[in-house]
């Protein structure tokens, strides 16, 4: 059964990059046609994608992030991490990650892991 | 962007009673639209894709509807694990996936 489970820091400092990391288990992430991503959700509020990966590397970013946002992944873990550079409070959020449902990268969320909390203080 | 705009934001009804939540979007979407329920510190699912179709385990109880601007999340008969939120989210405009604010049910 396909799992993910999000991990790293809780707490980043503004001006500062938060790193997660998406361990995928069940499965192996260089499966053809699935594509694996990013969602956050702040506080309270809706849901945000950040952007998409194929094993192969290839990326795909939401615009309004896509400064900021570096999309990885590690076939040798079965793993694909998130990198979003000079976070301000308003990054403190759930981030979720996330196998895109149905194959291509333009595409439904099904199943997401858990979610963690980072939260952006000094 | 495309913007899309649930409501209402709150929807209080009972056990068994039918829900009907909107989803409006700025621009046509065609039917790539989906549904998601998320409840209190859990994970959004996935229960309705393009627009009608039900993902692989939800029940029939669920039903997606609309096309263009204009979509529909009917549940027939509410159950106690109902309760919850659900968003819409577009795959139109690529690559700017967007989600709506959400619509809430709660128990009356």
């Known amino acids: 059964q396909l799992q993910l489970q999000e991990s790293g820091p809780g707490l980043v400092k503004p001006s500062e990059t938060l790193s997660l990391t998406c361990t995928v288990s069940g499965v192996s992430i260089s499966t053809s046609f699935y594509y694996w991503g990013w969602i956050r959700q702040p506080p309270g509020k809706g849901l945000e994608w950040i952007g998409t990966i194929y094993y192969s590397g290839s990326t795909y970013y939401n615009p309004s992030l896509k400064s900021r946002v570096t999309i990885s992944v590690d076939t040798s873990k079965n793993q694909f991490s998130l990198k979003l550079s000079s976070v301000t409070a308003a990054d403190t959020a759930v981030y979720y990650c996330?196998?895109?449902?149905?194959?291509?990268?333009?595409?439904?969320?099904?199943?997401w892991g858990q979610g963690t909390l980072v939260t952006v203080s000094s | 962007e495309i913007v899309l705009t649930q409501s209402p934001a709150t929807l209080s009804l009972s056990p068994g009673e039918r829900a009907t939540l909107s989803c409006r979007a700025s621009?046509?979407?065609?039917?790539?639209l989906a549904w998601y329920q998320q409840k209190p510190g859990q994970a959004p699912r996935l229960l309705i894709y393009d627009a009608s179709n039900r993902a692989t385990g939800i029940p029939a109880r669920f039903s997606g509807s609309g096309s263009g601007t204009d979509f529909t999340l009917t549940i027939s008969s509410l159950e106690p694990e109902d309760f919850a939120v659900y968003y819409c989210?577009?795959?139109?405009?690529?690559?700017?996936?967007?989600f709506g604010g959400g619509t809430k049910v709660e128990i009356k």
């Open positions: 996330a196998r895109n449902y149905g194959s291509g990268p333009n595409n439904w969320f099904d199943p």
């Open positions: 989210q577009q795959r139109s405009d690529w690559p700017a996936l967007t």
């Open positions: 621009q046509s979407v065609s039917s790539y």
